[in-house]
Nanobody
């Protein structure tokens, strides 16, 4: 099982980006999926999380600007999570990591991390 993240890049302040993360494998069910970010010298912090019942929660710093969503209906067995980011600020800069707590019959629930995608917001 791997989480493949994409969509990062360089954008000016006020711009938008959409991050995508897809779990590869088979017969996976997401208990929850999330996006974290990390900047040099700092710990990885939660940006947004969404549960299997599509209940999202956000870091205070991104509320009203970021939206997390899933597309499990069209990715049966391969859960996907997206992060739509609007009104980006320089302080949103960092490496964004996808996280998923995924269940499969032969492994139970396991926590997985994607490889990270760089988001850079210029002022």
């Amino acid at each position: 099982v791997q989480l493949q993240a994409s969509g990062g890049g360089l954008v000016q302040a006020g711009g938008s980006l959409r991050l995508t993360c897809v779990a590869t494998g088979s017969n996976l069910i997401a208990n929850h999926m999330a996006w974290y970010r990390q900047t040099p010298g700092n710990e990885r912090e939660l940006v947004a999380r969404i549960t299997s019942r599509n209940n999202p929660n956000y870091a205070d710093s991104v509320k009203g600007r970021f939206t997390i969503s899933t597309d499990n209906a069209n990715n049966a067995g391969n859960p996907a999570v997206y992060l739509q980011m609007h009104s980006l600020k320089p302080e949103d800069t960092g490496v964004y990591y996808c996280n998923g707590n995924l269940w499969r019959a032969n492994t139970g629930s396991v926590d997985y991390w994607g490889q990270g995608t760089q988001v850079t917001v210029s002022s």
